[in-house]
């Protein structure tokens, strides 16, 4: 019998490696003027879906309030994501001229965004769709979804029962000097849908601009990541997995020789991962890049994409705000939903949303049916601000806990000098808000999108407001003040 080889001494194979593991593969990012531009209509697409046939503006006001927005190339550690000044004046120059066009079907619930620029090359396309109760589903390129998006079963609830069990909101009391501080917010601020102020018990003040509605749902943009947070706090609760100390436990994250198994759920939460991807640039180059906002501008497989980011820094050593560390988190909620033989996405929706009767609340899922977990949330104010409520409450919902004891503390508080960011929330310990005490948090979304949980008076206070319409941040202070010293 011939003797076995030795040991290869330079691919040594301890320890043991599960059946099928290894190291994801890195995804290097195209940053070519071509993918860019095709990223940049992708995002039109998508915007006008979800503006169109998710929140229900008719068309006339979904154009109005759409600004066409050029891709950015993911920057490096010491720097931000800044536009591509060529681009965009081009992109810009094109929706003057009549070079971009958006097309809406109404009836196929779809948008399709085409840029013509022969200085760029041939045309490019993208669209994006809406199922019923669906967010908007990117296709880009591609005719349709790699998956089936069928109606999601959905919790029926309580919808006759009082707010916030159920949809019943009675009149709130006049209050002068709340009313005063929205008309100075609202006059500060023309693209708000809406805000509302309320305590575990009740609305006591809520108002919409001529576009917003109590019905209307509303994007979320990033608050989703505090929604994604707050899934993760569910499955501690149940048992799911064990604490935000442990590796996370993500589909491609398997090899114990990985780096990648270094990274705890906390520092996906606090955005700590260390996780980034080679960008090949114009040049020819592949540089480090910390993703931006690729996840909402490719038709491509999100969760998988984040797994297969690179380690670029030590995790828990640099803060730095990325999307593709909470779509981690979004493959290791669909695996655990998975392994219990429950339904993909209606067990997501059990497990927050319909158990505090947030019924508007929907998802926009990538091309493979992937609920994207960092920013693509819709739900009506008098939704949003239940979250608000069961983080007032400390985790318990209608006298039931559903997060750990703690919770609410942990992922509103920073943890680390330097930052004001939690786990998905921020907070105001750097004084973002004058007028507010430095421990009221918030979830946050682009564009100025938050839901305030001010613990000690007891008040959350929701505010929706449309893309690329700035937020008078010092009329908004003044208001949750206000809101706060109401009941």
Not at 329 to 351: M, N, S, T
Request: with cysteine; glycine share 10%; hydrophobic share 45%.
């Amino acid at each position: 019998m011939t003797a076995a080889p030795p040991p290869e001494p330079l691919f040594d194979q301890a320890p043991i490696v599960p059946p099928g593991a290894r190291p994801a593969d890195p995804l290097i990012h195209d940053a070519s003027p071509g993918a860019l531009r095709q990223r940049s209509v992708n995002f039109i697409a998508k915007r006008m879906t979800d503006m169109m046939f998710v929140s229900g503006l008719d068309e006339a006001t979904a154009r109005a309030h759409l600004r066409p927005r050029a891709a950015t190339v993911p920057a490096g550690l010491a720097a931000r994501p800044a536009p591509d000044g060529g681009l965009q004046a081009a992109l810009d120059a094109a929706a003057a001229e009549g070079r971009l066009s958006i097309a809406a079907d109404p009836a196929h619930r779809s948008v399709t965004a085409r840029w013509e620029d022969a200085a760029f090359g041939p045309p490019v396309s993208g669209t994006a769709i809406a199922p019923p109760g669906w967010g908007g589903v990117l296709l880009g390129p591609h005719a349709a979804p790699r998956f089936e998006p069928t109606p999601i079963a959905r919790a029926a609830g309580t919808p006759g029962a009082d707010w916030p069990a159920g949809d019943a909101v009675a009149a709130p009391r006049p209050d002068p000097a709340l009313a005063g501080a929205a008309d100075a917010l609202f006059a500060a601020c023309p693209g708000l849908y809406g805000v509302l102020a309320a305590t575990p018990e009740r609305i006591f003040f809520e108002r919409y601009s001529r576009f917003g509605a109590p019905d209307r749902a509303t994007p979320s943009w990033s608050m989703t990541k505090a929604i994604t947070a707050t899934q993760i706090g569910r499955l501690i609760h149940e048992g799911w997995i064990g604490s935000v100390q442990d590796p996370a436990a993500a589909p491609l994250w398997t090899d114990p020789r990985g780096i990648h198994r270094l990274i705890t759920y906390e520092h996906l939460l606090r955005m700590r991962s260390g996780l980034a991807m080679p960008v090949l640039g114009t040049d020819g180059q592949v540089r480090l890049g910390f993703e931006n906002s690729a996840v909402y501008q490719d038709a491509a497989d999100a969760f998988e994409t984040a797994q297969r980011s690179i380690v670029a820094t030590a995790p828990g050593a640099v803060f730095r705000y990325v999307n593709s560390g909470i779509n981690v988190l979004g493959a290791v909620l669909r695996a655990a939903i998975a392994r219990r033989g429950h339904a993909y996405p209606a067990g997501l929706h059990a497990l927050l949303a319909d158990r505090i009767g947030m019924r508007s609340y929907r998802q926009s899922a990538d091309i493979f049916g992937n609920m994207i977990a960092s920013g693509a949330g819709f739900a009506t104010l008098r939704d949003y601000a239940k979250l608000g409520v069961l983080y007032l409450r400390d985790g318990v919902w209608a006298g039931e806990r559903l997060l750990p004891a703690g919770w609410a503390d942990w992922a509103l508080t920073p943890s680390h000098a330097g930052t004001s960011y939690a786990a998905c929330f921020r907070s105001n310990a750097d004084g973002t808000f004058a007028e507010l005490p430095r421990d009221v948090a918030w979830a946050s979304g682009a564009s100025d999108q938050r839901i305030f949980i001010c613990r000690r008076a007891g008040v959350t206070v929701a505010v929706a407001n449309e893309t690329d319409h700035p937020v008078d941040l010092s009329a908004l202070g003044r208001f949750v003040a206000t809101a706060m010293a109401a009941p």
